[in-house]
């Protein structure tokens, strides 16, 4: 990865997460996870069309990886006495409403950048949350969100190469998902105590992935100076040229709108029906036998 583990985190200090006190918390954090990690059904999408055959692979592998992650966060979420419940619209924004339109922007916005920030949030509850068997789950899955995201900035980093209008059109983009992440922190930050001994840190801590973003986004090459130097108009611009490619896609959406919400034409995908799948309702914890038997090879 172009961002090591210590310029990731966040320094929480002792400040610790208590399941009990935190419960309430703790249930809307890891279904905000859980939602993420059954986005993982587009991994599908992209190995149609990965552009070689190691490219392929490796998002064979990561689709297991993510359905894996989803059976961790219920097994994580039963134990905490925690519900499965719908994710924020801002989140479901960011992992679905953002889905790249190609291959250049799958990689850099949601592998990259958006995986790069669901690492930098699982990192913080590993250094944050007094619960073992949580963190112990939550160690594995990092190694191999870690892999995620370098996979994303190698990938972007190849993309970009020679393509001034693509790196534009790239930043543009990561532009309106950090404008995202300001709108989860603001959301948070009201209704949220601040006088909690972790919450407390939240604004600054989102502050701390967006620099983290930006810095990644500096690293892999797309952006060429640091993000302050862009300013306001610049941004403005930036933002203006990424949307004005997607203006005939989104005028042939709106025309179709009205169609595609009638119950019978929208497709439901696992991303609409997850908290009604019977593998969600009828979740219970594994045995040992049963973890023996389905245990993979972690690196
Ligand atoms: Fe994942
Ligand atoms: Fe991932």
Redesign the pocket.
């Given at each position: 990865m172009l961002l090591t583990r210590e310029e990731m985190t966040f320094p929480f200090g002792d400040a610790k997460l208590d399941p009990n006190r935190d419960r309430e918390l703790l249930e809307w954090m890891f279904n905000q996870f859980l939602y993420?990690?059954v986005t993982?059904i587009q991994v599908g999408h992209w190995l149609y069309h990965a552009p070689d055959l190691e490219a392929a692979k490796f998002l064979a592998r990561q689709s297991l990886?993510?359905m894996q992650?989803v059976d961790n966060f219920l097994r994580i979420m039963t134990m905490l006495g925690c519900q499965p419940k719908p994710a924020h619209p801002a989140v479901r924004f960011l992992a679905t409403g953002m889905m790249g339109g190609s291959w250049a922007e799958h990689v850099a916005l949601e592998m990259a950048q958006g995986?790069g920030f669901?690492l930098q949030a699982f990192y913080a509850v590993i250094d944050t949350l007094d619960h073992k068997p949580t963190i112990d789950i939550l160690r594995r899955?990092v190694k191999?969100?870690e892999r995620?995201v370098e996979f994303g900035e190698q990938q972007t980093a190849k993309a970009i190469e020679g393509r001034a209008w693509l790196r534009r059109r790239l930043l543009g983009l990561s532009l309106v998902s950090m404008w995202g992440v300001r709108r989860i922190a603001n959301y948070m930050k009201k209704r949220l105590p601040a006088d909690h001994v972790v919450l407390k840190h939240l604004p600054a801590f989102l502050e701390h992935a967006n620099q983290c973003a930006a810095l990644r986004l500096r690293r892999i090459g797309v952006l060429d100076r640091p993000l302050e130097e862009v300013g306001g108009g610049k941004r403005a611009l930036l933002v203006a040229e990424a949307y004005g490619g997607k203006l005939l896609g989104g005028l042939v959406a709106l025309i179709t709108l009205p169609f595609r919400l009638l119950p019978w034409w929208k497709k439901k995908r696992v991303t609409d029906t997850y908290l009604r799948d019977p593998h969600i309702t009828g979740y219970q914890l594994p045995t040992p036998e049963m973890d023996r038997a389905t245990a993979q090879p972690q690196e």
């Open positions: 993420g990690e993982g990886e993510e992650h995986e669901v899955a191999q969100e995620h």
